[in-house]
C-alpha cells in the first residue's frame, strides 16, 4: 500500500520524493509506504488553506453541513474496509476497528446538524440606547495533529467542527498510522470538499514541518492530540502568534470502587475502561482504586476476565517496552502479578492482559501513563482518601465511580478534578457530548455542542439607537 499527499485538492508525491515505511504492528512486516511530506510541502498545504479560507467562509451553512452527511454515509458504507485497514496498521482487534469507525463517523453527522445552528445573539444594553449584537465567525486556517491509536476518528473529531464552522485545515496524522487518515481525505474529497479546505501532509519529519506551519503568521488555529510533553512544547511555539489552540493530552484516569458497588458491573466497567483500544488510550483507567473490603473479591473477578482475553499487539516495540518496564518496576516495589507481567515470545509487539495488585504509590506506574493493558490495583478505606487518591495526579482527563449510593454519586462527581467523569460506566466517550480535560490534560473540547465554538471567534458589534 502507498499513499500521498493531498494539497489543494490534488494528490501528490512529496516534493523531494521522499518516502517512509509502515509496519504492521501485529507482525513487524512492512504494510505499505507513505509519502514524506517536506518543509516546502507544509507550507504549500497551508498556503492553500490559507487561499481557500475567505471563498470557504462564505458558503452557504447548509452546503456544508451537506458535504458532511455525505462523508458520513461513505464512512459508514465503507465501514468493513476501513477497519480492516486500521487493524492491519494500527493493531487493534478487528472489533475495536469497527466501533472506532462508528464512534468517527458520528462526528461527522453530528457536526453536519451543527453547521446550520451557528449563531449569535441581540440584546439591548442595560442603560438602554446601544444595542448588542454578537456573530460568529470562522477562526481561519486551521493546524490539526492527530494521534495514532484513534487514526481515523480523532480525526473526525476535529475535521468535522472546522468543515461546519467554515474553517480551512492542514491535517498532519502520525507517522505510525497514516493510511487511515488517507482514506478518510479520499472519502471527503468524494463527498464535495472544495480544493484548498483539506489538505493533507504525512510525514517524519516532524518537528521541521509542523514548525513552518506553526509559526507562519496566517495560521489562526492548532489543535493537538498526544502526549502532555509534546503538548506543552506545542503550546509554547503557538505563543508566538498567539494562536487559538485545543490540546488534548494525557490521562492518569482512576477508577474508585466502593464497597456498596455491584462488583460485577464494576468488573465489566474495569473492562470497559482498562481494555479499550487495548489500553493504549487517554481515557484508559490508570489506577484502580478499591475499597478495601472488596478488593480480593474484585481483583479475583477481574485478573480472570482479564486472563481470558487473547493477545494483541500494542503500536510498536518503544510501546511495549514501556509498559513491560512500568509493570517490572512495580513488580520490583512490591507488586504481585494476578495474571500476565511477562512479554512473549514471537514476532509482533503484544503484551499480555496485566494485572497487578499490591502495588505501591513508590512505583512509576502510580504517576505515568501506562497505555498498554496494564490495571494496577491499589486499595483505599474511607471516601474522603478515594477521593485524595484520584486527584493525587498532574493529569484531569477523565475519572470512573462504582457505587450505589446517590448522595456519594454527587459528592464524587464534584469533588474529582477532571474534565469527565464516568458514574458505573466505563466508556464516557460521545460525540454529543464535550470531551476534554483539566490540569495537564489540556484545554479546549471536542463534541458536543461545545466543539464547534473551538473554530468560531465571537465578534461583538454595538451601534446607537436610532441610526
Avoid at 487561499?51 to 465501514?79: C, H, K, N, Y
Avoid at 472489533?95 to 453530528?110: D, H, M, P, T, V
Avoid at 468543515?163 to 482514506?183: D, E, H, N, R, W
Avoid at 464535550?434 to 466543539?451: H, I, L, N, T, Y
Amino acid at each position: 500500500m502507498a499513499s500521498q499527499l493531498f494539497i489543494n485538492g490534488q494528490w501528490c508525491d512529496s516534493s523531494d520524493g521522499a518516502v517512509f515505511d509502515v509496519e504492521n504492528p501485529a507482525t513487524g512486516e512492512l504494510m505499505g509506504q507513505s509519502a514524506d511530506a517536506s518543509v516546502e510541502d507544509g507550507v504549500a498545504a497551508l498556503n492553500a488553506a490559507v487561499d481557500a479560507q475567505a471563498e470557504w467562509a462564505s458558503t452557504e451553512p447548509r452546503f456544508r453541513g451537506e458535504i458532511l452527511r455525505r462523508a458520513f454515509d461513505l464512512v459508514t458504507a465503507r465501514s468493513e474496509e476501513l477497519a480492516v485497514q486500521m487493524t492491519a496498521e494500527m493493531g487493534k482487534p478487528l472489533a475495536e476497528s469497527r466501533s472506532e469507525i462508528a464512534y468517527g463517523a458520528e462526528f461527522l453527522r453530528w457536526f453536519s446538524e451543527e453547521a446550520v445552528r451557528v449563531s449569535g445573539r441581540y440584546a439591548q444594553a442595560p442603560s438602554g440606547g446601544t444595542k448588542l449584537v454578537t456573530m460568529k465567525q470562522p477562526v481561519g486556517p486551521c493546524y490539526m495533529i492527530t494521534p495514532w491509536n484513534f487514526p481515523l476518528a480523532m480525526g473526525t473529531r476535529k475535521i468535522a467542527p472546522a468543515i461546519a464552522a467554515g474553517c480551512t485545515m492542514v491535517i498532519k496524522p502520525a507517522a505510525l498510522t497514516p493510511f487511515s487518515m488517507v482514506s478518510l481525505v479520499e472519502i471527503l474529497e468524494e463527498a464535495g470538499v472544495p480544493a484548498g479546505v483539506v489538505n493533507l501532509v504525512t510525514t517524519q519529519r516532524t518537528s521541521a514541518v509542523s514548525t513552518a506551519i506553526i509559526e507562519d503568521p496566517r495560521l489562526r488555529k492548532l489543535t493537538f492530540t498526544g502526549s502532555t510533553e509534546v503538548g506543552r512544547m506545542l503550546v509554547r511555539q503557538s505563543a508566538t502568534s498567539l494562536l487559538r489552540t485545543s490540546m488534548e493530552l494525557g490521562g492518569n484516569a482512576p477508577f474508585i470502587v466502593f464497597d456498596d458497588a455491584d462488583l460485577d458491573k464494576a468488573v465489566d466497567g474495569a473492562m470497559l475502561a482498562k481494555m479499550r483500544n487495548l489500553g493504549e488510550a487517554c481515557t484508559s483507567a490508570n489506577r484502580f482504586l478499591v475499597h478495601e473490603s472488596v478488593a480480593s473479591e474484585f481483583t479475583a473477578k477481574f485478573a480472570a476476565r482479564m486472563s481470558e482475553l487473547p493477545l494483541a499487539p500494542l503500536i510498536d516495540a518503544k510501546q511495549r517496552n514501556s509498559v513491560a518496564e512500568l509493570v517490572d518496576d512495580a513488580v520490583a516495589c512490591g507488586a504481585k502479578v494476578e495474571t500476565g507481567g511477562a512479554v512473549p515470545e514471537g514476532a509482533g509487539w503484544h503484551y499480555p492482559p496485566t494485572v497487578l495488585s499490591n502495588v505501591s504509590r513508590t512505583a512509576r506506574i502510580w504517576s505515568e501513563e501506562i497505555f498498554g493493558p496494564v490495571a494496577p490495583i491499589y486499595t483505599f478505606s474511607t471516601e474522603a482518601e478515594a477521593l485524595a487518591l484520584a486527584n493525587d495526579t498532574e493529569y484531569g482527563l477523565v475519572a470512573y465511580a462504582f457505587t450505589r449510593d446517590h448522595a456519594r454519586v454527587v459528592r464524587v462527581y464534584e469533588g474529582l478534578e477532571t474534565g469527565m467523569v464516568g458514574i458505573n460506566q466505563g466508556v464516557v466517550s460521545n460525540p454529543a457530548a464535550p470531551f476534554g480535560g483539566v490540569k495537564s490534560s489540556g484545554f479546549g473540547r471536542e463534541g458536543g455542542f461545545e466543539g464547534i465554538d473551538e473554530y468560531l471567534n465571537v465578534k461583538y458589534v454595538g451601534f446607537a439607537q436610532p441610526l
